[in-house]
């Protein structure tokens, strides 16, 4: 068949389909009709195409990336098996020579794995063991790079450490021989760090050579990378601390300590935890050595033991007190949780410092550090940081007392210690205080406050001491800093301050009371407060936790913003205050309280024969009731007593009670050879205790009244109605005999085991006879020795001025207090209280005596009876005047805040004109004055009646 041209094919199948129109064919769509997108549409799918073509890169890259590593791994892999195979074919063939040895370490080094290679380790450590150490080896990091890959390989896995151990200690054996350099090298490529996982898994034993090793490096990044990198991140437990003791040798310890004091900058910057745990680690390290450690290694321990110190929170380890921190108790300090909850690592590193602090090395380390001279302030400062916290923690006082003794009683330490440092130091603003200034203040203001218990006045001002000037500089700058620490918001490291402070302040103002070593303005820090000020002040804000169950609230307070500061120095240290802002303080608040309303109460029956026994039967139970108006009614053997009380009767039988129950004859109280009265230890009574606290009661409601009471009290027992401790002197009063015996043995020459005491006192019993008192236990079988004879002389004093009169000053105090509570008398000392109660021996103000005197009858102030009584007051001596007060008020002191604050005023009143003698009814301040015809007359009986004793005429 013949074939058909192309172009006629084209055009028969163009024919086919072509109907005869030359226009285009219309497209019907059978969709629909079409819509066109919109804007937003468009952009969106746009962005979603664009990041679906950027995940499609990344899935790209990422297989790349992995096809890559595998590729890597696989050749890597390959390649160190090839090399793996090298090295055993060359080890196989036992050729030990220098070349064959380097080639083995370059192919470990190349393909080691700790989890496939221990055993070649093994084998090449064996073989390197086995040969001669070269002058100059022949691969320089040969043996600190097997130690690393022994590291390594053993703590990867616990069972590789039994047999890697003895390779580790010959490598560790070698690497010494080529220099120190080592040890750093290891630190810096994370040896330390590899030990910790080993030691953490409990196999000590098995690296112990390379942690000797490295602690024995004295180089500074060292001693930083295990403190970092092992001390911090290993938790203390017992058996590392028995290792640390058994297999760490003193001159590791030493070259140890001087590597940490080398890197003491970054200690300090340690937190808190990993700072208590090195101060844990290195307190277990350091502390069995103690006393074998040189006198420069001691000194390295105790710097890094301040440095990571400083970093421990402690404010947080403060214990909590009860009520009345700032005064001293005659027990002992009890042991007390933190302040709040603690983590296990500071839990651990309160137990374990206290612990440590409890035993005799630390002491005897401290001794040897205090014992440089001249003064070093360096090593002072030093070690207060370290006592600080033993204060801060408020150990048991069998633990402060050892280091308390060997501060108080070094020679010259503590004047040394205000003179060259603490008297420039101690700036009126605590808060700019530095950390070692604030330890220094504490630990000194903790020991002087101990040495005052025992220093006699003469011994404190004596040239081994202090001179009277020093004191007064001292207790002015103290005051300055008390009154800053009374300030309501204040840091809380400043918190730990506050009671030695305060209980110094008050050590020292008492001894102040004796020796005047300073003035009124060295103690008045606060002559800024207003008496205004003090109009608010209640009750309860004078108590420390202000939760007394009858606490009084005594009106609005003044809106001041300074009034929280004025309350918290009026709790700690009152005598910043004057005297006189003192006395209106308590007065105002016993006339605040005077005038609320209390229910009447019916007048208490009591007999004339019978005074004491029917009050103390009718009155011991009315407790604070005793602060409102009582009334008493008399009874004779004929019966009832004519007459309604109006405060007179009542003050009568007061002044007379007081009188019997403080006589010798009720045999409650005694006088000490200076004629002051303190409750009698020896009483035979059974019910002592119910009739001490019945006394306390009345005495309280006499001062609650304001009367006057000629009842000298002794200092020591003062002291302890106000919770204060009595020091040694105060001995002098109560046993004359005693303390010049006492002073005797503190300054005898020769050795007290000549004089053959024992820790024993003598004491009355209840038959009269005598018996053996132990000071301390089994103490008649303690021998007083030159050790100990400063314990004995603070013992036996506290015996007698605390112990012995224990049980009977405790009852009286909760009498006393149930009428006057504790806080209005703790804003007084001892000789205050004193004058609180009997008025101040000063002269008589004569204006102000008849400005404030009342007449009666047909007298007035410009009567000629008057006026000629007056005049003859003028003439008189002070004594006769004094006398004349006594005539009248039954006291012959004038009150503290003048004749005003009488109560009941003082009134003079006519008797007639009969020829008769001035009489005077005490219980109501009245003075009966008859009418003489002449000035001289009026003058005569006056001297009479108020020298020759007569005087009361009940109206």
């Known amino acids: 068949m013949a074939q058909i041209p192309g172009f006629l094919c084209f055009l028969v199948v163009m024919c086919a389909f072509f109907d005869g129109s030359h226009k285009r064919r219309k497209e019907v769509s059978l969709r629909g009709a079409s819509k066109q997108d919109d804007r937003e549409e468009v952009l969106r799918r746009a962005a979603a195409q664009r990041l679906e073509r950027e995940l499609l890169r990344k899935q790209v890259a990422a297989a790349t990336k992995v096809q890559h590593w595998f590729r890597r791994h696989r050749i890597l892999r390959r390649f160190r098996s090839s090399l793996r195979a090298r090295f055993d074919a060359l080890l196989g063939q036992g050729q030990s020579s220098v070349e064959t040895r380097a080639q083995l370490l370059n192919l470990l080094v190349a393909f080691f794995s700790p989890r496939l290679d221990s055993d070649r380790l093994l084998e090449l450590g064996e073989l390197l063991r086995t040969s001669q150490l070269q002058a100059k080896p022949e691969l320089p990091d040969c043996y600190q790079l097997l130690i690393l890959f022994c590291l390594r390989a053993m703590s990867t896995a616990s069972s590789n450490c039994p047999k890697l151990a003895p390779l580790l200690q010959s490598l560790v054996s070698r690497s010494e021989e080529l220099g120190p350099v080592w040890q750093p090298w290891l630190a810096k490529r994370g040896g330390c760090g590899l030990l910790t996982s080993i030691i953490a898994h409990g196999d000590v034993v098995h690296v112990s050579a390379l942690l000797q090793a490295l602690l024995q490096s004295r180089d500074p990044t060292v001693g930083q990378a295990i403190a970092v990198e092992v001390l911090s991140k290993l938790r203390p437990s017992p058996a590392l601390a028995a290792f640390w003791s058994a297999s760490v040798p003193a001159p590791v310890v030493c070259a140890f300590f001087a590597a940490l004091d080398g890197a003491r900058l970054f200690l300090g910057d340690l937190g808190q935890e990993a700072a208590a745990a090195v101060l844990v680690h290195v307190m277990d390290i350091g502390f069995p050595f103690i006393e074998q450690l040189p006198h420069d290694a001691l000194l390295d321990f105790l710097r890094v033991m301040q440095t990571l110190l400083h970093n421990a929170p402690l404010e947080l380890l403060i ?4 009520g009345g921190d700032d ?17 296990p690592m500071l839990q651990l590193l309160y137990a374990r410092y206290r612990s440590v602090m409890d035993s005799d090395g630390i002491l005897m380390a401290f001794v040897r550090c205090l014992r440089t001279d001249p003064w070093n302030g360096d090593v002072t400062a030093m070690v207060c940081s370290l006592l600080a916290p033993i204060m801060t923690l408020s150990l048991r006082s069998h633990t402060k007392v050892p280091f308390l003794n060997a501060i108080c009683f070094r020679p010259r330490l503590l004047p040394a210690f205000w003179r060259n440092w603490l008297a420039t130091a101690v700036l009126p603003t ?7 200034t604030r330890d220094g203040v504490h630990v000194f203001a903790e020991a002087l406050s101990h040495a005052l218990l025992t220093l006699d006045d003469d011994d404190l001002t004596n040239k081994d001491w202090f001179v009277m000037e020093e004191l007064g500089s001292m207790v002015k700058s103290l005051c300055q800093a008390a009154v800053a620490l009374c300030e309501p918001a204040k840091p809380a490291p400043l918190a730990q301050l506050d009671r030695p402070v305060f209980k110094l302040l008050h050590r020292l103002h008492c001894r102040n009371d004796r020796l005047r070593f300073s003035t009124p303005d060295h103690w008045h820090a606060a002559l800024w407060v207003e008496d205004r000020m003090f109009n608010g002040v209640r009750l309860d804000d004078l108590n420390q936790e202000g939760d007394d169950a009858d606490s009084l609230h005594l009106g609005a307070a003044v809106l001041d913003a300074r009034r929280p500061h004025v309350v918290n120095m009026l709790r700690a240290v009152p005598f910043v205050f004057p005297f006189h802002q003192r006395v209106r303080l308590f007065r105002g608040l016993v006339t605040a309280y005077r005038g609320q309303s209390f229910p009447f109460s019916p007048a208490v029956p009591i007999h004339r024969k019978r005074l004491y026994q029917d009050a103390f039967d009718n009155m011991r139970g009315l407790g604070s009731r005793l602060r409102t108006s009582i009334r008493v009614q008399f009874h004779s053997d004929e019966g009832p007593e004519a007459g309604i009380d109006g405060g007179g009767l009542f003050r009568e039988f007061l002044a007379d009670l007081l009188k019997e129950a403080f006589s010798p004859e009720s045999g409650f109280f005694v006088a000490t050879a200076d004629n002051t009265i303190y409750p009698n230890p020896h009483t035979t009574r059974l019910d002592a205790d119910q009739h001490f606290c019945f006394i306390g009661m009345v005495l309280g409601k006499a001062i609650f009244d304001g009367m006057l009471l000629d009842l000298p009290f002794a200092t020591f027992f003062l002291l302890k109605l106000l919770s204060e401790r009595p020091e040694f002197d105060d001995l002098r009063s109560l046993d004359p005999e005693l303390h010049r015996n006492l002073l005797f043995l503190k300054h005898y020459p020769g050795d007290p085991e000549e004089l053959a005491l024992t820790f024993a006192a003598s004491a009355q019993d209840g038959d009269g006879g005598y018996r053996q008192v132990d000071l301390v236990p089994q103490g008649r079988d303690v021998a007083v020795t030159a050790a100990n004879r400063i314990t004995y002389i603070f013992r036996m004093a506290d015996y007698r001025l605390n112990t012995q ?4 000053c405790s009852a009286f105090c909760h009498g006393l207090f149930m009428v006057i509570p504790q806080p209005w008398l703790r804003l007084f000392s001892a000789p205050e209280l004193q004058l609180l109660i009997s008025g101040e021996e000063t002269h008589i103000n004569v204006e102000d005596f008849e400005a404030n005197c009342e007449y009666g009858g047909e ?11 007056w005049r003859i007051v003028r003439r008189m001596s002070d004594e006769n005047r004094h ?6 008020t039954s006291c012959p002191r004038p009150p503290l805040l003048g004749f005003g604050f009488v109560n009941p005023r003082i009134c003079i009143s006519s008797a007639g004109h009969e020829a008769r003698l001035p009489t005077a009814s005490t219980c109501i301040n009245l ?22 004793g007569a005087g009361f005429d009940l109206s």
């Open 327 to 343: 005064s001293d108790s005659d027990s002992d300090d009890e042991d007390r949780p933190p302040t709040v909850a603690l983590s």
């Open 805 to 808: 009169i224990r049980a009977a």
């Open 430 to 436: 605590p808060i700019a205080w530095s950390r070692t």
């Open 859 to 869: 007298y007035n102030a410009s009567h000629p009876a008057i006026v000629a009584f």
């Open 319 to 322: 214990p909590r007190r009860t």
């Open 927 to 948: 003075l009966k004055l008859p009418v003489y015809p002449d000035e001289e007359t009026l003058e005569k009986n006056l001297l009479y009646s108020i020298t020759s």
């Open 883 to 888: 006398n004349l007060v006594k005539f009248i």
